[in-house]
């Protein structure tokens, strides 16, 4: 994907997308430009602005892809960057993407933009699952009607995009139709675009229709813009909304509603339908607490268990790190080692216990990026079906306990995949108390999946050890979820989503985005293990590390642990998965009987977050709130440890 | 015949008391009155109760007046929040005095224009009063709160009655508008509606201020 700022790349006419969530920008985007932006089935995946190029007839054009927005007014952070585009580039052409069966909910939008005086052309998206719904569209009415071209499309399926080429490529002029509201309101924004003298990107009209709701954004640039005259214009829009004493907003929407209607009349057909369809019945189960629970369970056990969990821990894992690793590759460095390398520090740093090459790059190649790969495929299959928003509306209640609403439901899961790349994501979060929240659960209580395969495969083989792991997790999520929400003071937060359709995954998409995914996991990782064995030889070298593993010896035995499970607590600060992996050598050692195994697995799990997410707390909520997380999660950690090895071995479970 | 608003106070504890939750008498404790207080002893003597030691009973003579006071209660938490906008703690205590206000015909009037609701704003039945049987009776349709519907049926949005206008500003551009037609599909755990061919989901707060007028 090319980034730039707008100054740099000022040279190219530019072209913007723009239009509701979920409508298929990205994916236009990406078959315009040939980049690749993420693309999923989970209304609000672009958060920020692409940018690309596309090359027609001989001239280039800056492609702009912009977060989802309902309307001009924007509501969100989302939304208010989509518009600040709008408002500062000056756009060669701006294509509004809507979705094909929502049309009349949508076209308003439409009319905002021609009202706006942008060079505004229209695209019907997904038409093919509307003419599967039964509707017929007909583009070249609608064209007429509103006086800008209309292209029908499904860019999924490739339909259109050669129309859409084609039209960037020639585009020129600007809409001329006018769509007039009823008189009183249209006397009223005369009475308000009247006073507005200055230079704007949008028209005056616009401009007057947004000052008359209240829209904060366009009144400060409205001051900036009209200096001594803004007086002038607040008085006018004050005497407007006085005398008509109702919410302006409400009555221009349902007059853009009005005159839609009247556009889309023998523009949209409708054949009637029998029946619902599979997708729509399954929709319904997922939906629904009792069927939509043993799915749920059904998709982790499938999803997670077999593929992550079998598959990618089990199968992968083994041929990697047993066969490929273990037998040829180290023995072979070894080797080399033994031959060229006299000096034992460096022999240590690149090829000993904790070597560069032989623990670095065999835990990251070997042991974690097939489990994490696995997770990001089998999430990426998940995202597209457009599962994730049923979830999110069936865990709502439970998650308002925890002070958290739905929404939440994608940085949670995102977290048994990488907790540093979820605890990015809850910036999506609206508040600052459901952030924190947030963040503190993935800190504590989210096992990422490196972690989770490893641990999976560790328990196993214990019958009951993982039903008390699970459980004890359970538990302290929902325990400390319910106490965070008593403790942070703030608003509960409203949820709302808009639910699409189901959908079958593409295979390219889910590839390409697995891909994608897999490749800044890689390149943020990556160095991170190479630091961390480096540190631990510097450790191994100086004796620092032996003589922290006897300082944490007295912790251990409290546990009931062996003293040599500390260098898997040691690990553990560096990457949680190390920890895990740690203890993985200690059990193919036998040095654990099942009861220590489980509080040791427990412990870990609920353990500081590795290195990197906790780099990635302190960015995203500072010091001290990171700092303090940290210490909390720590005692917690071993206050449980502790408390489930007495219970334990004080009822016998397990042993 | 009107009774003191400390005697609508016990009548209506009694009634929740025995009527939803399933108990024969409720204790003088949790009355939280003396067996020496007045109110107590005007109910005696209208004997629309009995005590017996430190229990109090419902006759059967007092249970009119008992679901009247009753329905008036919650009447009145309804107007408080979702007409006057008063909600909370504050729309509770307001809601508590204003109920002592409500008798001839005024109940009635509010019920009219709250369009006869069946429940509270917390989710508890309000006993139907002879305007409801009269509106049902003639099929009259009615506009309520979105979660007064059952999943499978539907109407026309008649307004939004949230104060907040971000949320009506996102309801809207929703397509959430007067006049569309809304299916609800399911009210549990989340409500589920349909609005032209999309989905959407909204927690009972929001659910709460979408008002449909049945059809």
């Known amino acids: 994907m090319k980034k730039s700022s707008p100054s740099t790349a000022g040279g190219h006419p530019k072209v913007i997308l723009v239009g509701n969530p979920n409508v298929g920008k990205s994916v236009l985007f990406n078959a315009l430009t040939g980049a690749y932006t993420t693309v999923s089935n989970y209304p609000g995946t672009s958060v920020e602005v692409s940018r690309g190029f596309c090359d027609l007839q001989g001239s280039r054009f800056e492609i702009l892809d912009t977060p989802g927005m309902y309307s001009l007014m924007p509501i969100t952070e989302e939304e208010r960057v989509a518009r600040t585009i709008l408002l500062e580039e000056a756009p060669h052409l701006v294509l509004h993407v809507l979705d094909a069966r929502n049309i009349e909910r949508m076209l308003p939008m439409t009319l905002q933009l021609i009202e706006a005086g942008l060079p505004v052309a229209l695209v019907v998206n997904i038409m093919d699952e509307a003419e599967r719904l039964g509707m017929s569209i007909d583009t070249e009415l609608l064209q007429e009607k509103l006086g800008i071209p209309v292209i029908a499309a499904a860019t999924a399926r490739k339909r259109g995009v050669q129309e859409i080429r084609d039209l960037i490529g020639s585009h020129a002029g600007q809409p001329r139709a ?135 821990a089990g199968t992968i894992v083994d041929f990697l790190e047993g066969t490929l690793f273990e037998e040829a590759i180290n023995p072979w460095l070894e080797g080399l080692g033994d031959h060229y390398l006299p000096w034992e520090w460096l022999y240590e740093l690149l090829v000993g216990e904790y070597g560069v090459l032989t623990l670095g790059v065999r835990y990251a190649v070997a042991l974690v990026l097939p489990i994490v790969g696995t997770f990001f495929l089998v999430f990426s299959v998940i995202e597209d079906t457009g599962y994730f928003p049923r979830l999110a509306l069936l865990v709502d209640r439970i998650f308002k306990r925890i002070g958290l609403n739905g929404r939440a439901v994608i940085p949670m899961v995102l977290g048994f995949g990488c907790d540093t790349m ?187 977050p590795c290195i990197a997410q906790f780099l990635m707390m302190k960015k995203e909520r500072g010091w001290k709130v990171s700092l303090g997380i940290l210490v909390f999660v720590s005692l917690l950690a071993f206050a449980v440890g502790i408390s489930l090895n007495r219970m334990l071995l004080w009822s016998g479970l397990l042993s | 015949m009107k009774v003191s608003p400390k005697a609508e106070e016990i009548l209506e504890a009694l009634w929740i008391a025995t009527e939803e939750e399933g108990e024969n008498a409720a204790h003088l404790s949790t009355l939280g009155v003396g067996p020496e207080d007045e109110a107590l002893a005007e109910l005696d003597r209208l004997a629309y109760i009995e005590i017996s030691g430190d229990r109090v009973y419902l006759r059967k003579e007092g249970r009119p007046e008992a679901r009247m006071t009753v329905r008036r209660h919650r009447l009145a938490e309804r107007l408080m929040m979702d007409i006057l906008d008063v909600k909370g703690g504050e729309g509770n205590a307001k809601a508590c005095e204003l109920e002592h206000l409500l008798h001839q015909g005024v109940d009635t009037k509010i019920c009219t224009l709250l369009n006869h609701p069946t429940t509270c704003p917390h989710g508890k039945p309000i006993p139907p009063g002879r305007c409801c049987e009269e509106a049902r009776s003639k099929g009259a349709v009615g506009v309520v709160a979105l979660t007064e519907l059952k999943a499978g049926e539907g109407g026309e949005i008649a307004y939004l009655a949230t104060g907040d206008s971000r949320k009506m500003q996102k309801l809207m551009s929703m397509g959430v508008l007067p006049g569309t037609p809304l299916a609800l599909r399911q009210t549990f755990p989340s409500f589920v509606f349909q609005v032209g061919n999309s989905q959407f989901a909204v927690d009972q707060e929001l659910a709460r201020e979408i008002f449909v007028r049945k059809g």
């Not at chain 1, 609206?430 to 989210?446: D, G, K, Q």
């Not at chain 1, 593409?506 to 891909?515: D, E, F, M, S």
């Not at chain 1, 064995?533 to 912790?555: D, F, H, Q, R, Y």
């Not at chain 1, 251990?556 to 050598?585: K, N, S």
Request: glycine fraction near 8%; proline fraction near 4%; hydrophobic fraction near 55%.
């Open chain 1, 422 to 608: 979820a605890t990015m994501v809850t910036r999506t979060l609206e508040t600052n108390r459901e952030r924190i929240i947030a963040t503190v659960l993935l800190a504590l209580a989210i096992p990422c999946s490196a972690q989770l395969g490893v641990i999976l495969g560790l328990l196993s083989g214990v019958p009951g050890a993982l039903a008390v792991w699970t459980l004890c997790i359970l538990v302290i999520f929902l325990v400390i979820g319910f106490l965070a929400a008593r403790v942070l003071p703030g608003e509960q937060p409203m949820f709302y989503m808009e639910i699409p359709p189901l959908r079958l995954p593409q295979i390219r998409n889910v590839l390409v985005k697995t891909l994608t995914r897999m490749q800044s996991y890689f390149l943020e990782i990556f160095p991170l293990f190479i630091f961390a064995s480096v540190l631990l030889w510097a450790g191994k070298m100086t004796g620092m590390l032996e003589g922290l593993v006897g300082a944490m010896a007295p912790l251990m035995q409290v546990l009931g642990l062996p003293a040599e499970a500390a260098a898997a607590f040691i690990f553990g600060f560096f990457r949680r998965d190390f920890g895990a992996a740690g203890l993985y050598d200690l059990q193919t050692s036998g040095l654990l009987s099942p009861v220590q195994l489980t509080v040791a697995a427990v412990t870990l799990t609920l353990f500081v």
């Open chain 1, 178 to 312: 006018v769509f007039g509201y009823a008189a009183d309101l249209e006397s009223d924004v005369r009475r308000v675009a009247n006073h507005l003298k200055g230079d704007y990107r949008l028209s005056t009209r616009s401009l007057a229709l947004l000052l008359m709701q209240r829209d904060a954004e366009i009144d400060s640039l409205v001051a900036k813009v009209e200096g001594a005259g803004y007086a002038q214009v607040v008085e006018a829009v004050n005497a407007v909304v006085f005398e008509r004493r109702v919410d302006l907003h409400l009555r221009i929407s349902l007059e853009r509603k009005r005159i839609c209607k009247g556009l889309l009349e023998a523009v949209v057909r409708q054949r009637p339908l029998t029946g619902l369809s599979f997708a729509e019945r399954l929709s319904g189960w997922t939906m629904n607490p009792w069927t939509g629970v043993p799915i749920l369970l059904a998709v982790l056990y499938f999803g997670l268990y077999q593929v992550v969990g079998g598959f990618g």
